[in-house]
């Protein structure tokens, strides 16, 4: 792979998922990636549809499916997205399953690690009981509002 790829930086199966469900990445994804990847603070501006919550999440979804679960559960939370919106946050949780479960694949198929992050949602509508179920086991990522977040 030549340095010039933007898939290079990340693990084999993400790369291998990523090659078989789209032609090449986005412009937000290959001049976004390098920023987040080297820990600098991104905004990404571009128009609908152009693969910006890709762009954002995908270096951290390759963190959490090649890195071990922390054994701390004051640490398994490694991932946060603050959504603007419920509606939203429910859209983002969705779209997160399908790179979940081709990456899964990408992997077995490459006989390679694979850890299974859990998600969770946490908006003003969960219930009590499942708030209190995710402070006992909390999520690898979570999905939440500003307000819940506060």
Known sequence: MSS??????????????????????????ATGWPAITAGDHSLILAPTGSGKTLAAFLWGLDRLVTSPVPTDRERRTRLVYVSPLRALAVDIEKN????????????????????????????????????????RHPPDLLITTPESLY
């Open 4 to 29: 010039d790829d933007p898939l290079e930086v990340f693990s084999g199966p993400v790369r291998a998922w990523f090659s078989t469900s789209f032609a090449a990445p986005t412009a937000a994804q």
């Open 96 to 135: 997160l399953r399908a790179p979940l479960a081709g990456i899964a694949l990408a992997a077995e198929r490459l006989g390679e690690p694979f850890t299974a992050p859990t998600v969770a949602m946490r908006t003003g509508d969960t219930p009590a009981d499942e708030r209190r179920r995710m402070l």
